[in-house]
Every structure is written in structure tokens, then in C-alpha cells.
């Protein structure tokens, strides 16, 4: 079964630093989105991504946010100064477009888990 | 009028009961309802949806009924087995919504 693939499984950084999140999306998938999840909390939308830009983001997608699909498979998350509230696990989703149960299909990978320090 | 509220917060069943757990929303427009799976450090899983065209949906051992007018749905988990301790989470989302609501989870405990 076609799988959403996220590296690291774990990075650990200071305050203050950038990290960047990487996921490779199902191949033949359109719409891309990051989700975090505090721990012991529930999962929260950060951001959606249709056609090389952001379709939607939350409030928690400030200005130290921001995704890249740079190369038609990888679609990254940059956080550009880590601070320690940032701590979570971090999930990519795909879905498929076009009608039917594929436009619903969200999959998700298994996430990141970031540490900031 | 996202939020997507889920009862109870954690569950103990014993092995071969039915667990239930309940969601609500107030939101019309969401026109998708999923249940996910998560079990520890692995992301959430698609366990089944529903569409509100219908009032129930069963898959394997996993039933989820819809109420439209109360705007609630539920999972029912039939022949609860040790295996199903995990959290679930009820979401909404749909055409109008580029994106899923999640509910705050239930942590499900079966015991033998």
C-alpha cells in the first residue's frame, strides 16, 4: 500500500535554530499538508498545499513557517527559529484529487517527532 | 463553528465488549466524517468514514453511525480486542474544507 514517507523520525535542535522536515507525499497525490501534534494533545492543521502554493494555513503558521515542494516529490516544512513551544510531532498528509473516495483518501506519514532544547 | 468535539476522553473495555465513542460538530458544511487510529508513535491511521448521505456505515468490526439533524456521530467497535488499544480521533472535513477537523481524541484501553 502506497505510503507517505517522512524524515527524520526524530530531530533534536536548539532554540533558536532552523530545522527543515521532510516528507515524500504518495506519488500520484495533489494536495499536500503539514499537522502537528503536541504530546498527549490532538492533531492540528498548520497547513494545506495545492498547485505550488499554500491553499490554507492556521493560526499557528506565523511567519517562521514555511513549506517547499522543491522538486515534484519531497514537500518540506521549515521552521526558521525553533523555539521551545515548537516541540511536537510533526505530520504530513496527502490525498488525491479528482472525484470519489480518492479526493477524501488522506494519508499520513508517521511523523516527525521535534525536540527543541 | 470547526471545532469538533469527542467523548470520552479515555475508555477502558473489556476484551469482546463494544466500545463507543462520541463526536459532535457544528459546522453544516462538512460533508466528510473520519475516524482515525493512532497507536504510539506512529501518525494517524484511516480507520473508516462517512458521508452524511448515510446514516450508517460498517466496516469489519468497526460501525460508524451518523445523525445529521443532532450533527453527532459515533464509532462502535464491536468484539473489542486488546489489539484496538489506541487513541482515536473523530474528524470533519469536506469539499468546502481544504483540510480535516480533528476531535480531541479517546484513549481506548482493552483489557483481557
Request: hydrophobic share 30%.
Amino acid at each position: 500500500e502506497p505510503e507517505v514517507t517522512q524524515t527524520p523520525s526524530h530531530q533534536v535542535t536548539q532554540m533558536g535554530q532552523e530545522v527543515i522536515l521532510r516528507c515524500v507525499p504518495i506519488s500520484n497525490h495533489l494536495y499536500f499538508y503539514w499537522y502537528r501534534q503536541i504530546l498527549g494533545q490532538k492533531v492540528e492543521f498548520l497547513v494545506s498545499f495545492y498547485n505550488n502554493e499554500i491553499s490554507e494555513k492556521s493560526e499557528i503558521f506565523d511567519d517562521q513557517f514555511s513549506v517547499e515542494r522543491p522538486d515534484g516529490s519531497n514537500f518540506t516544512l521549515k521552521i526558521r527559529s525553533t523555539k521551545l513551544e515548537d516541540s511536537a510531532m510533526y505530520f504530513c498528509a496527502s490525498r488525491g484529487g479528482g472525484t470519489g473516495s480518492s479526493y477524501y483518501g488522506y494519508t499520513f506519514g508517521s511523523g516527525t517527532r521535534l525536540t527543541v532544547v | 463553528q470547526q471545532q469538533v468535539k469527542q467523548s470520552p476522553q479515555s475508555l477502558i473495555v473489556q476484551k469482546g465488549g463494544i466500545s463507543i465513542i462520541n463526536c459532535a460538530y457544528e459546522n453544516t458544511a462538512f460533508d466528510y466524517f473520519p475516524w482515525y487510529q493512532q497507536f504510539p508513535g506512529k501518525g494517524p491511521a484511516l480507520l473508516i468514514a462517512i458521508r452524511p448521505d448515510v446514516s450508517e456505515k460498517k466496516e469489519g468490526r468497526f460501525t460508524i453511525s451518523f445523525n445529521k439533524s443532532a450533527k453527532q456521530f459515533s464509532l462502535h467497535i464491536m468484539d473489542s480486542q486488546p489489539g484496538d488499544s489506541a487513541t482515536y480521533f473523530c474528524a470533519a472535513g469536506g469539499t468546502s474544507y481544504d483540510k480535516v477537523i480533528f476531535g480531541p481524541g479517546t484513549s481506548l484501553s482493552v483489557i483481557p
